[in-house]
Nanobody, 123 residues
Framework: QVQLVESGGGLVQPGGSLRLSCTASGVTLADYSIGWFRQAPGKEREGVSCTYVSSTTTYYSDFVKGRFTASRDSDKNTAYLQMKNLNSEDTAVYSC????????????????WGQGTQVTVSS
């Protein structure tokens, strides 16, 4: 059974940092493109970043560019989203996904979703 399990969310003060992890089982993440998404209350889900299978190119949405960094560790079969200089508008449920193709910062074809992890930015 293919699963993506996220961790690392929580409560952080404005200006703080968090690193989200997305660990896969039943599938090799290196064989797929990886997307990070977020959904804030009352808003549609939006793509945060998308990394091609080759891992040589990552696209970021304008609202996180320069603050978030996506990466993956093939040995650990885990993808990461390092988030810095967080603000209240970053409060959302963050989800990772594996699939194919990137349309900007959005993974186009999603094969598997993670369960999501809550990130709350508040003082």
């Amino acid at each position: 059974q293919v699963q993506l399990v996220e961790s690392g969310g929580g409560l952080v003060q404005p200006g703080g940092s968090l690193r989200l992890s997305c660990t896969a089982s039943g599938v090799t993440l290196a064989d797929y493109s990886i997307g990070w998404f977020r959904q804030a209350p009352g808003k549609e889900r939006e793509g945060v970043s998308c990394t091609y299978v080759s891992s040589t190119t990552t696209y970021y949405s304008d609202f996180v560019k320069g603050r978030f960094t996506a990466s993956r560790d093939s040995d650990k079969n885990t993808a990461y989203l390092q988030m810095k200089n967080l603000n209240s508008e970053d409060t959302a449920v963050y989800s990772c996904a594996r699939g194919r193709g990137c349309s900007g910062s959005t993974l186009v074809i999603v094969n598997t979703w993670g369960q999501g992890t809550q990130v709350t930015v508040s003082s």
